[in-house]
């Protein structure tokens, strides 16, 4: 039996991106005067936006909002791309499963802990935008992974029973 949707993760599901979205941050707010520590990379990695904002303490140390820091690292890596940073990888086997479901008629979305606007910069990479019936942020939903908030929300959109969603 086929699955209803299709759900997908961004991050470290089609883009290895996490390490890059991690030298983004620590690139900014050493522009901002703080250097981050190695643990506060590392936490970076696997983390909601929520999530780093608070541990990095970012309004306290550098006075912006969470959406501001948002952009701002989104500049801080164009800037390492412009430098010869390679970017975001497209992982082995992503874009052939997004044509699989298209192929099959199955609704592809993708539910991310990225901001929209890292989703966006990310479809350029993938190539796939057109197949997407949406795209989830951090901003369309409360609670971050590994809370459902985000699936539970596309499969009410799709009208689709969460069960029938392959995640």
Excluded: N
Aim: net charge negative; glycine share 10%; hydrophobic share 40%.
């Amino acid at each position: 039996v086929l699955p209803a949707a299709l759900l997908l993760d961004l991050d470290g599901t089609l883009v290895d991106s996490e390490a890059f979205h991690a030298e983004g941050i620590a690139r900014y707010m050493a522009e901002q005067g703080h250097v981050l520590t190695d643990e506060e990379k590392h936490f970076v990695i696997g983390h909601a936006w929520q999530e780093i904002f608070e541990f990095l303490r970012v309004e306290e140390r550098v006075g912006i909002s969470i959406e501001d820091l948002q952009a701002l690292s989104i500049e801080a890596k164009e800037k390492l791309e412009a430098e010869g940073h390679p970017g975001l990888t497209v992982l082995e086997g992503a874009r052939e499963l997004v044509a699989l479901a298209v192929e099959l008629k199955i609704p592809v979305c993708i539910v991310s802990g990225s901001s929209r606007a890292e989703i966006e910069h990310a479809l350029g990479s993938l190539g796939f935008g057109d197949s997407l019936e949406f795209y989830y942020g951090c901003e369309d939903y409360e609670h971050g992974k590994p809370a459902p908030d985000g699936y539970l929300k596309a499969a009410k959109t799709l009208g689709i029973e969460p069960e029938r969603c392959l995640v």
